[in-house]
């Protein structure tokens, strides 16, 4: 089956901590990869993809195929990087359609 | 700002009343998507269609209706709210893998 998950419901962190956001997913074949945001009471918006191989206000995540991993890190986590994280995947065989985890919900405290 | 709209942003019916969410999009589109997002569950699809004219269910499609006649508009219709589709719902549109959202309806079913 295909399948997105997001182990963790609420990650809180300390401002300056590294934080790291696990998605794992399944899928038969090749899947594309993406991390949405939803900030406090806005819509959600794209942060990576990983075909793309960008680092976002410095977020990163390596496709992990061995491991079938999408995990978002980054170094020095900040205040306003507190929001809902969906990991989210595509396949050739999905017709347009997005696959979502249930999210993780990333909490930086000063 | 053009884009996805989605009207109305709040919404408070009650029990068996009918209700349409309407979503617009000015970038013409051929992907249009409705989603559920509720706490524990993440992002939901409920239909999505490829065109106008063209719809298909989704993950969570019983009780809701949908059409695209136009290809701008994918009006979302509750036939008979329940307690059970109080929720966020957010339209989103693509014409690759990205997927653009709007920016939600909060509905109360009372």
């Known amino acids: 089956a295909q399948r997105v998950t997001q182990p963790e419901k609420l990650l809180s962190v300390f401002k300056g901590a590294p934080v790291e956001l696990k998605c794992n997913y399944s899928y038969s074949g090749s899947p594309e990869l993406f991390w949405y945001v939803q900030y406090s009471r806005q819509r959600l918006q794209l942060l990576l993809r990983?075909?793309s191989r960008e680092s976002i206000k410095g977020f990163t995540a390596d496709l992990n195929k061995g491991e079938t991993s999408f995990h978002l890190k980054k170094p020095f986590a900040q205040e306003e990087d507190s929001a809902m994280y969906y990991c989210a995947l595509t396949g050739y065989n999905q017709g347009g359609k997005l696959i979502f985890g249930q999210g993780t919900e990333l909490s930086v405290k000063p | 700002d053009a884009g996805i709209t989605q009207s109305p942003r709040y919404k408070i019916t009650e029990t068996g009343r009918q209700v349409t969410l309407m979503c617009h999009q000015t970038?013409?589109?051929?992907?249009m998507f409705w989603y559920r997002q509720d706490l524990g569950h993440g992002l939901r699809l409920i239909y999505y269609s490829a065109a106008a004219d063209i719809t298909d269910k989704g993950e969570v499609p019983d009780g809701y209706v949908v059409s695209r006649s136009k290809t701008e508009n994918f009006p979302l219709t509750l036939e008979s709210a329940t307690r059970s589709q109080t929720s966020v719902y957010f339209c989103?549109?693509?014409?690759?893998?990205?997927?653009?959202f709007g920016p939600g309806t909060r509905l109360t079913v009372l």
């Open positions: 989103a549109s693509s014409e690759g893998a990205i997927q653009f």
């Open positions: 990983h075909i």
């Open positions: 970038w013409s589109h051929s992907y």
